[in-house]
């Protein structure tokens, strides 16, 4: 099956930072990416949708100058956590899907923690 | 707004018991059904899909079925086995968008 790699899968940062995340779909090109944001023992929140070579689309009460989305090519795309603090810390996921079909395929996931 | 709710939260089964999990939705105006296993820490991975107008998909031990009038889905695992341990997610298409709204998820738990 398809293959997205995430990465880091784990990142400790101090307070006012900012962590890059990639998202890469390995063997198919993803004309659209998803990020979502996941808290303990809760359910995935989706963030905002991104195509590629267009800005991301943000869901209601995502700040999209704090959580900045880029997705330049159609196998990469990143999210920004600007000027992190400990609240941004969770578990953010990455999911894509190509052009053709409808099975979104994830990302391994990457936890954030901000100290 | 579509709400995705799973019940239940939590189950410990022994090995070798099959078991259901449940997953209900509020709008019955889905455009497909996924159920996905998670594991700690990790991503996910998509069991099974649904369709709008299908009623049930089956892949070796899992069986999911989705009945939309009345707003439920259930995933059947049979003969289940410790390495079926995790998260189990359903989630809910709403129209071709890609947008997927997900349940809180079902820890499983399966005692050698």
């Known amino acids: 099956g398809a293959v997205v790699s995430q990465h880091p899968s784990r990142v400790i940062c101090k307070s006012g930072t900012s962590v890059k995340i990639e998202c890469r779909s390995l063997d198919f090109q993803a004309t659209t990416m998803f990020w979502y944001r996941q808290f303990p023992k809760k359910s995935l929140m989706l963030m905002a949708t991104?195509?590629?070579?267009?800005?991301?689309?943000?869901e209601q009460g995502v700040e999209k100058d704090k959580f900045l989305i880029n997705h330049a090519s159609l196998t990469l795309s990143t999210l920004t956590v600007t000027s992190a603090h400990p609240e941004d810390s969770s578990f953010y996921i990455c999911?894509?899907?190509?052009?053709?079909?409808?099975?979104?395929?994830f990302g391994s996931g990457t936890q954030l923690s901000v100290l | 707004k579509q709400e995705v709710t799973q019940i239940p939260a939590a189950l410990s089964v022994p090995e070798g018991e099959n078991l259901v999990l449940n997953c209900s939705f509020t709008d019955s105006a889905i455009y497909n059904l996924q159920w996905f296993r998670q594991d700690p820490g990790k991503g996910l991975t998509s069991l099974l899909l649904?369709?709008?107008?299908?009623r049930e998909q089956t892949s070796g031990r899992l069986n999911a079925s989705l009945d939309k009038s009345s707003g439920r889905s259930t995933l059947y695992i049979a003969a289940s086995q410790p390495g079926d341990s995790a998260t189990y997610l359903c989630?809910?298409?709403?129209?071709?968008?890609?947008?997927?709204?997900f349940g809180q998820g079902t820890t499983l738990q399966v005692k050698p």
């Open positions: 991104s195509n590629e070579g267009s800005k991301a689309t943000y």
């Open positions: 999911s894509a899907r190509g052009a053709v079909g409808e099975k979104l395929f």
């Open positions: 649904i369709q709008s107008s299908q």
């Open positions: 989630a809910v298409k709403r129209g071709n968008t890609g947008k997927l709204i």
